[in-house]
C-alpha cells in the first residue's frame, strides 16, 4: 500500500488533470502471499502468490495499473500483460537487524537469523556455517515484532521496505552488496499494464524512470533465463556507472556451501542481453541438479 500511495502520488504530479480526489482510486487486492503465512512461497505457488489476484484484476479490467514489488513478479508474465516502466529505484541493498549485534559477522555462533528468502539464507551460510537460519514470514512489522519478541536474534529485510515505511532506522547496518548480493529487482516498484491500454501507457511513462527499467529489464532477463523462481537461491543487480552498464549475479546451493558468480560489462542498450550470457554461463558452470 506504501508502494501504491508512491506510485499515485507521482501520477497525480506528472497528470495535473489526475489530481484531484477521487481521480485516482488505489483499490486494495489481498493476495495469496499475504493470506498464507505459515508456509513458504515456493510450497504454495512461488512469486505468482504475490501477483496473481493483482493481475486478474488488471486482466478483468477492475484496475488499470498493477503496483509491484519488482522482486515479487515472476519472470514471464501472463499473456496480454507487461511492465510499462518502474520509479526510480531505491537502495536495492539488504539490511541487517539484531539488539544482539551490529552485524552479521558480529552475531554469536549458533545464533538464529530469520528469512523466509532461500536467497539470503544461503548467503548468510556461505558466510556463516556456524549460524542458524529460521523461517520468518509476514510484512515488516510482523518481522519486527517477532524480532522484538525474540523469536529470532537477527533478520534480514530489504532496505527499501524499511525505507518506504519510514523503518529505516531499525536497521543495525546496511549489508554491502559484495557480502549479500541483492534479489533481482529488488527496491524497485514495476507498473504492470494490460498491452493494449495506451492510456495506462502514457500515464505510466510519465513516471517511468528509464535507468531502474532498464536495469530491472536486465535482472528479469538473468532470471528467465535460468528459468529461477522465489525458492531459488539467485541473486543480481545491474547498474549504469559512468555510461556502462555493470551487471553481476550470483547463484548457490541451497546450503550456501557454493557460490558461483558471473559479471558483465557493456553498453546499456545490451543489458538484457549481457544478463542473459551471464545466466548462461552460470548454468553451463553449475550443471544438472545444482539447485537440489
Do not use: W, Y
Amino acid at each position: 500500500m506504501a508502494q501504491a500511495a508512491e506510485v499515485a502520488t507521482a501520477l497525480a504530479a506528472a497528470h495535473p488533470e489526475l489530481a484531484p480526489a477521487g481521480a485516482i482510486e488505489t483499490v486494495r487486492i489481498r493476495t495469496t502471499g499475504d493470506r498464507v503465512q505459515d508456509r513458504s512461497p515456493g510450497s504454495i505457488g512461488g512469486k505468482a502468490v504475490f501477483t496473481k489476484e493483482i493481475e486478474d484484476a488488471l486482466l478483468a479490467r477492475r484496475i488499470d495499473i498493477a503496483v509491484h514489488s519488482g522482486k515479487d513478479l515472476p519472470a514471464v508474465l501472463p499473456s496480454g500483460l507487461i511492465v510499462a516502466g518502474c520509479l526510480r529505484r531505491e537502495d536495492p541493498r539488504d539490511a541487517f537487524l539484531s539488539g544482539a549485534a551490529s552485524s552479521l559477522q558480529a552475531l554469536a555462533s549458533g545464533a538464529v537469523v530469520g528469512t523466509s528468502s532461500p536467497r539470503r539464507r544461503a548467503q548468510i551460510l556461505h558466510q556463516r556455517a556456524d549460524l542458524k537460519v529460521a523461517a520468518l514470514r509476514g510484512n515488516v512489522e510482523t518481522r519486527i515484532k517477532k524480532l522484538d519478541a525474540g523469536e529470532v536474534d537477527a533478520a534480514v529485510l530489504a532496505l527499501a521496505g524499511l525505507k518506504r515505511l519510514h523503518l529505516e532506522g531499525r536497521a543495525a547496518a546496511i549489508v554491502p552488496v559484495a557480502e549479500m548480493l541483492p534479489a533481482p529487482a529488488q527496491g524497485a516498484i514495476a507498473l504492470e499494464i494490460r498491452v493494449e491500454d495506451e492510456r495506462a501507457a502514457a500515464c505510466v511513462a510519465a513516471i517511468d524512470h528509464g535507468p531502474s527499467s532498464l536495469c530491472v529489464a536486465a535482472e528479469r532477463a538473468f532470471v528467465a533465463e535460468l528459468g529461477g523462481d522465489c525458492h531459488t537461491p539467485i541473486a543480481a543487480l545491474a547498474r549504469i556507472e559512468g555510461g556502462i552498464l555493470r551487471f553481476r549475479a550470483a547463484i548457490f546451493k541451497p546450503d550456501g556451501s557454493i557460490r558461483l558468480v558471473a559479471e558483465r560489462d557493456g553498453a546499456p542498450d545490451e543489458a538484457q542481453a549481457l544478463a542473459a550470457d551471464a545466466g548462461r554461463d552460470l548454468l553451463r558452470r553449475a550443471g544438472p541438479g545444482f539447485f537440489a
